[in-house]
């Protein structure tokens, strides 16, 4: 969900040659680079790539999911500044994934009351995003149990959004600086850079969790300890040709 180029995704099914995949995103080039990925790998007969809202998505669930800083699909616009709504995008997700199937879940979390420089980017606001407390409570009380997890350093985050700004770097560096472009290319890399400066240690993280699909008992999270389908290290580790990823 929120598959962007399916660079991920395209991984997974590398990894799980009896796995077939579905990518879901609203941004129709990225399904299209998607698409010649794909056909480039020799995947195009187990990947399908979708350009439509994720949360119009009608399908029947999937042994795992993956949705990676993909929340917003399931809140409110992002430009109306208000907090992730990580509720409504688990209880949704949850609503894709078979029991005792997978989700691997990233999302950014305060892993420290932020520093106002910290939420300056975030229209001021420290609610943004939850605590890392916080977002187990969520995940428990959408049907799911932590099977692993992992987190981002800020390093990490630096490098990827440095990576992101980077695009624009190498437009400008191919084109004259009198191109009519040009002037926009700029003011979006400066609008990225600004957006996001690097995160205060100790405050704003990436948490990447990998779950498994419960059910509710009288109201207790009951988890199914037998694993349908593996993609290697963190999704799934099939031993099902029918695996679903999505």
Known sequence: MGCGWGELLLRV????????????????????????????????NRATFDAMPGAETQARPADAVICIGASQIWGPPVED?????????????????????????????????????????????????????????QIRGAGFEVVDDAQASVQEWDVFEAGYRDRFTRWLEAHDAHHPAAGQVRRRYEEQRVAYPPARPGELHVAIRELRGGFLRDGVLACIHEQRCFVPAWVVNSRSPSCRVR
């Not at 609610?127 to 409570?137: G, N, V």
């Open 13 to 44: 099914l590398t990894s799980a040659p009896q796995a077939r995949g579905r990518g879901v995103d609203s941004a129709s080039a990225s399904i299209d680079r998607a698409r010649q990925q794909a056909l480039t790998r020799g995947l195009l």
């Open 81 to 137: 500044a208000q907090p992730l709504d990580y509720g409504a995008a688990l209880r949704a997700l949850r609503a894709l994934v078979l029991t005792g199937g997978r989700l691997v879940y990233g999302e950014a979390v305060w892993s420290a009351t932020p520093h106002p420089a910290a939420a300056a980017p975030l229209a001021g606001r420290d609610d943004e995003y939850l605590s890392t407390d916080a977002l187990r409570e």
